[in-house]
């Protein structure tokens, strides 16, 4: 094969200008092999030992070299490592790997939270080289904020904030209000006053802590106590029990009424009820003006008329007194006649058969006497009083706590005189008789006698009275 000067030797054929191939501004066949298939140099071989730097690989790997030989005209055996230099990828905004791709799924886990809510998890994803995109919820767990030195609403505080409202107190105190605060875990500082509204003392039996100090009625004072009457009186104390006060005075056990013991025995306020009262008459030598307050008893003298019954106990105390004293009692019935009775009074005489309660009766008597006898009080009565002189007498009636005449003859009617005579003050009188009242009478004595004197048929009713 030959080279001819300006003719570019092709294959076994001449063809075309030839080239200046080494740039030496002549085209001839001698110039430098190219790769292009072609014996650029004239020498027989095609292509022969071309070779020429390569470079390749992205990101990281950008810029690595190597080698790649011609053959037929064509470049390869290209000795360049894409990959050389490529490690994991990460986060940094770099193709680590190599691949073409930044930071391609990059993920990694994280953690978040504080106080109970640490130690949540999620995942970030890395993008242009920076994490991002965290899925880790911090509050995740989170609860209201309790009192137990943990920071349960995870805030970052522990027991933040926290307060609560409180009681205190007991008896009168009780249910007293404050306010008390969290500090590390424990509940403390307490504004509540247990003794707000306590008393200085509990002196007061009532069920109630008066001063709040958890003992009840603690200063209560025992007062001394009575209770009963008559034979079932009894002392006693109280006492506070339970706020309840107690009286520990015991009645005496009631019995039936004695008579005559003057107690009361069944514990009623009354002594001897039901019993016959005892009175006694003292009976001087000569006038004596009775009556008598009741109905009189005496077992031994069978009579069913009270009134003839108060005559024959009267006659038979009388009767039954020295042999040698002499009596005459008489009084004058509504008519006015004279009714008489006794030892010298000849029997067709003893027109006197009853004594009537409250009714005047003189007993004239020879020497002293007592009459004790005993009956049934009776109800105020009128007392008859028949025109001219009545004698009377008043027993044990008192009309008040000096027996004032006032009082005794307060509903008396009519004209009448009272007279009255004693040893000391003479006659006295009561009454508007004459014209004028006279008042040197000033009280009525029970048991003593009197003279009522009227001009015409009246009665007179005592007030009440107290035997």
């Not at 505080?157 to 307060?163: M, W």
Request: net charge negative.
């Amino acid at each position: 094969m030959y080279c001819y000067e300006d003719i570019e030797c092709s294959g076994s054929s001449w063809a075309g200008s030839p080239a200046d191939n080494d740039a030496d501004g002549t085209p001839n066949c001698h110039d430098v092999e190219t790769c292009d298939n072609l014996d650029n140099d004239g020498d027989g071989v095609t292509d022969e030992g071309l070779t020429r730097e390569s470079s390749c690989g992205v990101g990281a790997c950008q810029g690595n070299t190597g080698t790649e030989t011609c053959v037929a005209g064509v470049w390869g055996s290209n000795t360049c490592n894409a990959y050389n230099g490529a490690s994991a990828e990460t986060c940094d905004d770099i193709d680590n790997d190599c691949d073409g791709t930044k930071d391609e799924e990059l993920t990694r886990p994280t953690t978040c939270g504080l106080g109970a809510c640490d130690g949540n998890t999620g995942t970030e994803t890395c993008t242009a080289g920076a994490w991002g995109s965290n899925t880790c919820n911090a509050y995740n767990g989170a609860s209201a904020e309790t009192c137990d030195i943990i920071d349960n609403d995870c805030d970052g505080a522990v027991d933040d904030n926290l307060s609560r409202p409180t009681t205190c107190g007991i008896g009168a105190c009780a249910n007293n209000t404050g306010i008390e605060t969290c500090t590390t875990g424990s509940w403390g500082g307490d504004t509540c006053n247990p003794l707000n509204g306590a008393a200085a003392s509990d002196t007061t039996c009532d069920a109630i802590d008066d001063d709040c100090d958890g003992v009840l009625n603690e200063d209560y004072v025992s007062l001394p106590t009575t209770c009963g009457v008559g034979a079932c009186a009894a002392t006693g104390a109280t006492s506070c029990a339970s706020g309840v006060e107690v009286d520990d005075c015991t009645l005496g056990t009631p019995v039936a009424e004695i008579c005559d013991d003057d107690l009361d025995n069944n514990c009623d306020g009354v002594t001897d009820e039901h019993c016959p009262t005892i009175i006694t008459i003292t009976l001087k030598t000569g006038k004596n003006w009775i009556s008598l307050p009741f109905d009189l008893i005496d077992e031994s003298i069978d009579e069913p008329d009270a009134a003839v019954k108060n005559l024959a106990i009267v006659l038979k105390s009388l009767n039954t007194a020295d042999p040698a004293l002499d009596y005459l009692m008489y009084t004058r019935d509504p008519s006015g006649a004279l009714l008489r009775n006794g030892k010298h009074v000849p029997a067709r005489l003893k027109t006197l058969t009853s004594m009537v309660p409250l009714r005047n009766y003189v007993i004239d008597i020879t020497g002293d006497h007592t009459l004790v006898i005993r009956g049934f009080g009776l109800e105020t009565e009128q007392l008859t009083l028949s025109a001219g002189e009545n004698w009377v007498g008043f027993g044990l009636y008192n009309f008040g706590s000096d027996n004032p005449i006032a009082e005794a003859l307060g509903a008396m009617t009519g004209s009448y005189d009272l007279y009255h005579f004693d040893a000391t003050s003479g006659l006295t009188r009561y009454g508007n008789k004459e014209g004028e009242p006279v008042n040197s009478l000033d009280r009525i004595n029970p048991g003593a006698g009197y003279i009522f004197e009227v001009l015409d048929w009246q009665t007179w009713e005592p007030p009440a009275t107290t035997p």
